[in-house]
Structures are given as structure tokens and as C-alpha cells.
């Protein structure tokens, strides 16, 4: 979508970027390229409010007694001090005032004959440019506009010299952006450009992580509020190498080089994707930013429907996809750091495009990129949001967060020869270190297994017993059990709580922290976080996050045992209400009444009963208020049978938190109670 100057930037501030740093975005260009023209084009369509254009040169004459003139007579090393006062000048209007920076620059001089351009830019420019525009003129063009400036005297030059000393802004420039993570942008002058310039500008003013991350969820809730049915179960897919042994970003680029119109054969994702950028979230806007140079929109459609033509998707993924496809209430949905509109076409090839959905990028107009971190959020957002059970499936260290989060993590096997090199390392340090619990795929059946089939079990996507598995899981996908027994954080947690020399104070303590600890890990994501405003250290104000309905939640501490953690998930949620509870009857309707959340607080839950009574009593009051119970440890046979397990698999809205699932079914009496440990009345029987 175009972007037009009466349209509202969707920024509160504007001019700043994550890290508190101005935005600034300079324009670069060999002379005679048309920067300035572009910058007055830009002022004119754009106007003062939220933006202050800067041309380099001025910058600098104002600075200096004499101005230009003095300037060209200085040396070099004093002309670099200047350059660097000039860009640090705009850098600290920019930041005083929020606006954006738009700067028209030189990168390099370059005077035919001389084997090499002298660069005339700083380390202070590579530390303020958060994007840079490069203008990539033709150099014939340019040659025109060289020689018929009558306002600047400029030396001849040919048309190879300019075109060289273009191409060599151009690989330059892009190595210290990738170096430096600033966003880099080529655009050539058509009838379009100035259009395209403007889209850009608001692309770069308002996309940040969170941005990015509020789109994709966005999308997401989309999909699932769009479903026929309430979702029990999602299945969540990653494209490239997962679905098919083909990577649809290589053979992209590899169909792209081979076009005779273009020059550049470079395979600029590797390159990319090899520098200090990394796979971060400004290395896939980067790959965005590429696809769009290198690719307008007409010749991106025919390359991506080119692309999936040379893609086959695995017979095995396909039969179970059209399977889970058949029932409304199981979803699937591809998240892809690669190509959407690739993969799109692919699943309509298939016929399932009606069903399963798209996530991902390639498109500024996407709105969206597909990070390692978007795909884990993803994951956490559908079960903890939507309450629904995820099956994920992955093959590279990318998904490897995504597969930690989903209840049911698959690692998809290709062959050797393709496979990642890197993922049997990471994959083994994510099982021993990282809590999780996988299984894997080998894809085609006659490849070797990753790690070892112990380690990794195996499984057969089409084995009737695993598609019945998805099918028929229950239900109680709605209401969820979550737990750290597994996490090394939980483990250090529960060491004091578990240890008999521990007590009084010193316990009470060691609840408190665990209590915050599940508070702030597991409890945000179950019920989700909501944005507010707060002020920045620099001024000016910022988005906080606390408890979606904080101010609506109540934290009962059911006593006595309950009360220290109870007050650590206070700690978390200060704004919510706290009340100590002995009895059910103690939680009266004054309490819960215009309440959204209610969070029970126990030590430990032996066989739920207590729960279970408050639970009832709740609803007798409000039927349908969320209820979570936070504990430090749950007796794993309270919630496999009887009473509370009763309870959960009845009850919407109902969530059980604990630090640790225990298969001892051990009850404490006297000096092993937790209540008589944590306040030092273990000799009272």
C-alpha cells in the first residue's frame, strides 16, 4: 500500500527507534545522481511535522567560518572532523526533537584514472543511520544531469567510470550496513520511484519488533477466529526443508540469476545471512528489503509461481495435512521465514489452501517478518491465548524455539547431504539443557536418524495411531496444565523448598521468589499482557507491559500455606487485588465482583480437593470467571484423576501453574508440612 503525506505515521514516538536512538535515513547516491532533487521532492510531499531533511554539505558550511570554500581547503583528517561534528549535529536535533532525519550524502569522491574512490564517510555516519536509500540512477542518465547542472561545477567523466564507481558504492555500502545493522534499500528512478520512496519511509518509521510481532499475532488470531469450529488442537508447520527437500529462497535467487536482465548474480541471502545480522529480526528485513531491489512486484509473482512449480511437497506431509483437513476442529497453519506467496501456491496446488494458511514474508506489503522468535511466539500464543494443543513441526535451529514452546515438538530428517550441519549439536544442547522433548521424522524413510532413535524417537506421519492421536485428542486442550519441573530455573528454585534445613524466613522467601517467578514466566503468557504508557528516561513516553486486566485480577492466598507465594505473584501483578482465604466462604461477592481473573495460590496441591471446593464456590458466584491456580508443587495423580481432573477437563477458563509435577505421593504431617515449615510450628502436630 502506498503511503500518502495526510496519512498518520502509527508510531508514539515517532522519530525513535527500540534502542532510544533517533531514526535517521540517509540518501546516497554517486553526484549527479539526483539526491537533492529527491530531497525537496520528499520536504514537498512530506512536510516539517514529523520529519527535518538535511543536506550533508550544509550541514557542514554551517558549522564552519568561511563554509564550503574554508572546508575543500582543509586536509583531510580536519575535513573528517567536520563531517563527523555535522552528522553528530543532526543526530542530536533528531533526537531532541523526535522527528525523523532524512540525509542526502556523499559516500565516496572518485576521480577518473585514480584506481580507487577515497570514501568520505565516518564511523559517526555508520553509528547514526538507522536506513539507508541508495539511489542507483542510470548511469547514462546521470551523465545527463551531470552535464547539464549549471550550478555546480563537476569533472568529466565517462559513462564506465560512473557506472563503476556505482557499483562500487553499491557492494561497499551494503558490507557496512550489514555490518553495522542498518537497513540498506537500492531504487532505481522511474515513474514509480518517488511511491515507492514514500512507502519505505513509513515501513522504516513504523516497523520495530514489537510491530512486527503485534502483526503476525495479529494474523494469527485472525486465522483462528476464522475457524468453523473452536480449535482443540493446531498444527504448526515450517515450509523450506520441513514440508519439502527444497529451499524455496535458493531456488528463488537461483531463477532470479538467471534471468538474462539480471547483472548481479550474487546469492545475496547467503551473503546476507552470513554477516554479523545473523538470522535476527533486521537480517530478515534486510531479506525483505532484497527481494524488493532486486524484483518489482510483477517479475516477484512470475520468479514465486516459478519457484513453487519446482517445488514438491513430501507425499507424507500432504496425507496427513489432508486428513487433519477434514476436521474443523484441528488447524494447521505454516509459519515461514521464507516466502509466503511461494508456499501459497504450493498449498492451492494441493488443495489445501482453503484450509491450512500462510505466515510470512517477502513483501514489505506483508507487513511482516518470520524470525526464530516470532515463530516460538507464535507457538506460546495459541496454546496460553488460545488455549489450543500444538503439534509443531521443524528441521533447523531456527524452529528449535518454536518446537521448545509446542506441547508436541517434531523434527523433521532430510537427507544428509542437505540437512543442517549445525542442528544435531543445538538439538541435543535444547533436549539435555533446554527441557525439551522431541520426536523425529525421517523424510524419505530410508534417510539416517538425527542423534539417535533414544534420544529422538521416531515416527511415521502417516502411522494410523499418530493421525488418531491428533484427531482424537481430547478436548482438554481448552483448560491447560503448565510446569517448570524440567527447567534448570526451576530446579534452582525449588533446591531451598525442598531442603529440610530450610524454614521459617528464609522458606517463606524462597516461595515468595518462586511465586514471582511463576508469575512472570508462565502466568503472562496463560493470560496474556496488555500495553500501557509510561515515561521514557529521555522525556518522553513509551509502551510498559503488565497483566492483561490486572486491576481486574484477584490473588487469593490460600492459607496458611499459600500466602508467601501468593504475595511473589503480588510482586508480579501489583496491581491486583490480594486476599488471604482459609475457607472457600472466605472469597465473598464484594471480591469478585467486576473481576476477569481470579489467581489461587497454594503451596502445594496433594489431591485437589481444596482446589477443587474453591473452584465450585467461585462458580457458584461468577460461572464464568478465569480461574488459574498457581502452586509450587502439584501431585501429578490430582490432575491425571479424580476430582480436580474432573474439574479441568469440565471447565473452561481453568489453568493450573505449578514450579513442579511430582510423582511422590508423599503428604507432609508435622515437621514435613510446608505450612509448619514456613512458619516455624513444625512442633505443633
Request: some cysteine; overall charge neutral; glycine content about 8%.
Amino acid at each position: 500500500m502506498a503511503y500518502h503525506p495526510k496519512d498518520k505515521f502509527a508510531m508514539t514516538d515517532r522519530g525513535a527507534r527500540e534502542n532510544g536512538n533517533p531514526t535517521i535515513i540517509g540518501i546516497y547516491g554517486i553526484p549527479g545522481s539526483g539526491k537533492s532533487f529527491l530531497l525537496k521532492q520528499l520536504e514537498r510531499e512530506l512536510g516539517c511535522q514529523d520529519f527535518e531533511f538535511y543536506e550533508g554539505s550544509e550541514v557542514i558550511s554551517s558549522l564552519i567560518p568561511g563554509g564550503l570554500d574554508t572546508f575543500e581547503k582543509m586536509p583531510e583528517l580536519q575535513k573528517e572532523h567536520w563531517r563527523r561534528l555535522a552528522i553528530d549535529k543532526i543526530g542530536k536535533t533528531c533526537g531532541s526533537s523526535g522527528r525523523v532525519g532524512i540525509v542526502a550524502g556523499h559516500f565516496m569522491f572518485w576521480t577518473e584514472g585514480e584506481e580507487k574512490g577515497r570514501p568520505v564517510y565516518t564511523d559517526n555516519d555508520l553509528g547514526t543511520f538507522s536506513h539507508i536509500i541508495y539511489l542507483d540512477t542510470p548511469a547514462d542518465l546521470t551523465f545527463q544531469q551531470r552535464a547539464n547542472d549549471k550550478g555546480r561545477s563537476r569533472p568529466l567523466c565517462s559513462l564506465e567510470h560512473l557506472q563503476d564507481w556505482q557499483t562500487e558504492e553499491k557492494k561497499q555500502l551494503r558490507s557496512l550496513c550489514y555490518q553495522h545493522g542498518i537497513l540498506f534499500s537500492i531504487v532505481t528512478p522511474n515513474s514509480t520511484m518517488l511511491n515507492r520512496i514514500l512507502t519505505l519511509l513509513r515501513d522504516f518509521v513504523q516497523h520495530s519488533e514489537e510491530f512486527n510481532l503485534s502483526g503476525a499475532e495479529r494474523q494469527l488470531d485472525e486465522l483462528v477466529i476464522a475457524s468453523p469450529a473452536k480449535l482443540h488442537t493446531m498444527l504448526v508447520l515450517d515450509a523450506d526443508r520441513t514440508m519439502s527437500s527444497e529451499d524455496s529462497g535458493r531456488l528463488f535467487w537461483d531463477l532470479l540469476s538467471n534471468d538474462p536482465q539480471t547483472t548481479d548474480k550474487e546469492y545475496h541471502l547467503k551473503t546476507l545471512f552470513s554477516s554479523p545480522l545473523g538470522y535476527s529480526y533486521t537480517a530478515f528485513r534486510q531479506a525483505t528489503l532484497l527481494y524488493e531491489d532486486f524484483a518489482d512486484d510483477s517479475k516477484f509473482a512470475k520468479l514465486c509461481d516459478e519457484t513453487a512449480v519446482a517445488i514438491a511437497m513430501y507425499p507424507e506431509f500432504v496425507a496427513l495435512l489432508r486428513q487433519i483437513a477434514e476436521h474443523d476442529q484441528i488447524g494447521a497453519v505454516v509459519i515461514t521465514c521464507g516466502l509466503r506467496r511461494v508456499w501459497e501456491t504450493i498449498l492451492d496446488r494441493e488443495g489445501l489452501s482453503g484450509k491450512i494458511k500462510v505466515i510470512g514474508g517477502g513483501r514489505t506489503i506483508d507487513g511482516i517478518v518470520v524470525t526464530a522468535a516470532v515463530k516460538a511466539a507464535m507457538v506460546s500464543r495459541l496454546k496460553y491465548y488460545h488455549n489450543v494443543h500444538v503439534l509443531a513441526f521443524g528441521d533447523s535451529v531456527l524452529d528449535l524455539p518454536m518446537l521448545c514452546q509446542a506441547d508436541e515438538a517434531i523434527v523433521v530428517v532430510g537427507d544428509t547431504k542437505t540437512r543442517s550441519k549445525i542442528m544435531d549439536g543445538a538439538l541435543l544442547d535444547a533436549i539435555e539443557n533446554g527441557g525439551l522433548s522431541a520426536r523425529q521424522v525421517l523424510l524419505p524413510s530410508n534417510v539416517s536418524a538425527r542423534l539417535n532413535t533414544t534420544i529422538l524417537p521416531a515416527l511415521q506421519l502417516t502411522n494410523p495411531s499418530f493421525i488418531n492421536s491428533i484427531i482424537q485428542q481430547r478436548s482438554r486442550g481448552l483448560p491447560r496444565i503448565f510446569h517448570a519441573t524440567k527447567r534448570n530455573a526451576a530446579k534452582q528454585l525449588m533446591t531451598p523448598m525442598r531442603d529440610a534445613r530450610v524454614s521459617g524466613p528464609a522458606l517463606r522467601e524462597a516461595h515468595r521468589r518462586a511465586g514471582w517467578y511463576l508469575a512472570t514466566e508462565f502466568l503472562t503468557n496463560f493470560i496474556g499482557v496488555e500495553e500501557y504508557s509510561i515515561p521514557h528516561v529521555q522525556g518522553n513516553e513509551t509502551t510498559g507491559y503488565r497483566l492483561r486486566n490486572e486491576k481486574s485480577t484477584l490473588i487469593v492466598a490460600l492459607m496458611r500455606g499459600g500466602e508467601p507465594m501468593a504475595l511473589g505473584v503480588n510482586d508480579a501483578f501489583p496491581s491486583a487485588m490480594f486476599l488471604h482465604a482459609k475457607n472457600p466462604e472466605d472469597v465473598k461477592l464484594v471480591h469478585v465482583s467486576q473481576k476477569k481473573t481470579i489467581i489461587l495460590v497454594d503451596s502445594v496441591i496433594n489431591s485437589g480437593k481444596t482446589v477443587v471446593d474453591f473452584v465450585r464456590h467461585i462458580r457458584d458466584i461468577n460461572s464464568s470467571i478465569r480461574i488459574t491456580v498457581v502452586a509450587g508443587v502439584v501431585q501429578a495423580q490430582a490432575i491425571s484423576e479424580g476430582s480436580l481432573a474432573q474439574e479441568i477437563d469440565s471447565r473452561p477458563n481453568l489453568g493450573i501453574v505449578a514450579l513442579r509435577l511430582s510423582q511422590n505421593k508423599f503428604t507432609g504431617r508435622g515437621t514435613t508440612d510446608t505450612g509448619n515449615r514456613l512458619f516455624n510450628s513444625t512442633h505443633i502436630p
